[in-house]
């Protein structure tokens, strides 16, 4: 898709965001939706949207469905480990600051894996220079940076490279 339909790609997500959170598409509730979503769509066109770059092939809508997917699994498993943790009386925790390798150069989709690893529970992305990515990791299965990429990159990253161009 051209530059010139981003601010259109940005507008239609905004807008239909808008409308899921108010559950209602009432023509006041549509009309304010659409004047905001439009507002910020031409304000911010060029740095704002999460479809930036995005492909719209089916092999990346159904990659980003399983992403949705993956990232949800992800979630439930890291709560119920750190759970598991936190209830321990031993508190069963090796926290290291770990290197790991990313693939990726698209800026949103470097952005979206920074803030899945960081929004799953036991990690955080700290920082990025070039193709690593620095995470802190509570509970380090290994500290070299084969296994930390494998263990939290890896599986972001699978679905991201078929989403970003």
């Known amino acids: 898709m051209s530059r010139s339909l981003e601010p259109l790609k940005l507008f239609l997500t905004l807008l239909v965001i808008w409308l899921l959170l108010n559950g209602s598409v009432a023509l006041g509730t549509l009309a304010v939706g659409v004047v905001v979503a439009g507002a910020i769509a031409v304000l911010f066109r060029e740095s704002l949207s999460v479809l930036s770059g995005h492909k719209f092939t089916a092999e990346a809508l159904v990659a980003s469905l399983l992403y949705v997917g993956y990232f949800l699994k992800e979630l439930v498993k890291a709560n119920l480990q750190m759970a598991a943790i936190v209830l321990s009386p031993r508190l069963p925790v090796e926290p290291a600051i770990v290197a790991t390798r990313v693939r990726l150069t698209h800026p949103v989709a ?20 070039g193709d690593t990515l620095y995470v802190h990791w509570v509970v380090a299965k290994g500290t070299d940076v084969e296994t930390a990429t494998r263990e939290i990159v890896a599986g972001f990253e699978r679905y991201l490279e078929k989403m970003y161009d």
């Open 110 to 129: 470097r952005l979206l894996l920074a803030n899945s690893i960081t929004l799953t529970p036991g990690t955080l992305s700290v920082e990025m220079k």
